[in-house]
């Protein structure tokens, strides 16, 4: 295994369905938000708007959460690849 040198690192590299996943392209319009750089008539915007009411300490929390989801889904998706990889070497 590469040494890595972020936690994102390895949420992209375990991440099932990372480049296509709506959770990781909504934590990108989260990060967004939390590092106020949400324009007027951007999706971040639209997102802080509609589902915060505008409240960047509910975007927040909505953050945490979706972070947590994905380091969750990220260690399931190392755990399943070294199950794999153990059971290859078995046959």
């Known amino acids: 295994m590469n040494e890595m040198k972020s936690v ?30 949400d324009e007027e008539g951007s999706l971040a915007r639209e997102y802080l708007d509609n589902e915060c009411d505008g ?23 190392y755990i399943d690849q070294l199950n794999e990889h153990i059971w290859a070497c078995i046959k």
Do not use: C, M
Not at 11 to 29: F, H, M, R
């Open 55 to 77: 409240n960047r300490i509910v975007a927040l929390e909505h953050y945490e959460a979706i972070h947590r989801n994905i380091y969750e889904d990220a260690i399931q998706g």
């Open 8 to 37: 994102w690192e390895f949420v992209e590299a375990y991440y099932p369905n990372y480049t296509s996943s709506g959770q990781i392209a909504l934590a990108d319009e989260l990060q967004k938000i939390i590092d106020n750089e």
